[in-house]
DNA sequence: CCTACATCCTCTAGCGACTAGAGGTGCAAG
DNA sequence: CTTGCACCTCTAGTCGCTAGAGGATGTAGG
């Protein structure tokens, strides 16, 4: 029940001060109490809410995504419909990001093998880089 | 050996033109010569550059990165030891952001599985985000 | 009570890598 | 000659913060 200020709710929650600010600002958070100084004063239950922000975020969610997840968990009786939406559309940009990742990844791995450490001319890297007909997944 | 128009270099390289003009603004692209009307017109060899930048971008060099390795390019006497270290720091990085994906991917699997498509208070995917515990690897 | 110092406040500007739009000019075809 | 597209410059917006200026508040020690 205790009144908590800004830095303690941000030592608690992971989310640095300004990011608090920055949430209550584009209205993802609401904006607390205040102290007769004018200072923020969180209730715990805003840790809650800070909490489930920074996973969502550490998840990859879009601040608008998590706007949408956070009125859904406001209001339990919401068909879930659109939370399992959007966990799964997260899922297939995941999903999609790593498949390009890997095809990058075997794209530097040719690189930095063929490199002879010698001089420019000679360079793998730069070689492939000039010349995108030399990768070895001409994919992208 | 004929001029292009900016048009033109956009669709053969595929870089959009504001995007070739951004280029220009940061000095990762010369300016090229213009025509009576003040309209850039590019060389030929402008479009191998441009193939180069687009390139690199493709495989996530940052603008700073190209710009170094662009620079080598038109050296071809120098040790191509930055190119090397270039190629293997977006190595590392590429194989790192492949690990934390993997990881993001089992937990929004567990999270859209968990989905009993039902109503809030029983969906997976919000009691995940509000709470970190619940995760498979608690790792983030 | 005074001072020192950390923490808080608001506000503006900056990051990277573009993208969008306003308002105007050039150019080629019909 | 007019239509209409492509070009020009310039500014501002995107996303999700982060940094810094300049000032107020809160707290602990002397």
């Given at each position: 029940?205790?009144?908590?200020?800004?830095?303690?709710?941000?030592?608690?929650?992971?989310?640095?001060?300004?990011?608090?600010?920055?949430?209550?600002?584009?209205?993802?958070?609401?904006?607390?109490?205040?102290?007769?100084?004018?200072?923020?004063?969180?209730?715990?239950?805003?840790?809650?809410?800070?909490?489930?922000?920074?996973?969502?975020?550490?998840?990859?969610?879009?601040?608008?995504?998590?706007?949408?997840?956070?009125?859904?968990?406001?209001d339990p009786h919401?068909?879930?419909?659109?939370?399992?939406?959007?966990?799964?559309?997260?899922?297939?940009?995941?999903?999609?990001?790593?498949?390009?990742?890997?095809?990058?990844?075997?794209?530097?791995?040719?690189?930095?093998?063929?490199?002879?450490?010698?001089?420019?001319?000679?360079?793998?890297?730069?070689?492939?880089?000039?010349?995108?007909?030399?990768?070895?997944?001409?994919?992208?």
């Open positions: 029940m205790k009144k908590i200020t800004i830095g303690e709710a941000a030592r608690q929650s992971g989310v640095k001060v300004p990011t608090i600010r920055y949430y209550e600002g584009i209205g993802l958070l609401s904006a607390p109490s205040r102290s007769e100084g004018n200072q923020r004063s969180y209730e715990p239950s805003d840790l809650n809410r800070l909490a489930f922000i920074r996973h969502a975020r550490e998840l990859g969610f879009e601040i608008d995504a998590i706007r949408t997840l956070l009125q859904l968990q406001d919401q068909s879930c419909a659109s939370a399992d939406a959007i966990a799964k559309a997260r899922l297939i940009d995941v999903e999609q990001r790593i498949r390009s990742l890997n095809a990058l990844k075997a794209e530097l791995e040719q690189m930095v093998e063929g490199c002879g450490h010698g001089r420019v001319d000679q360079c793998r890297v730069i070689e492939v880089l000039a010349d995108h007909g030399k990768c070895v997944h001409p994919h992208h």
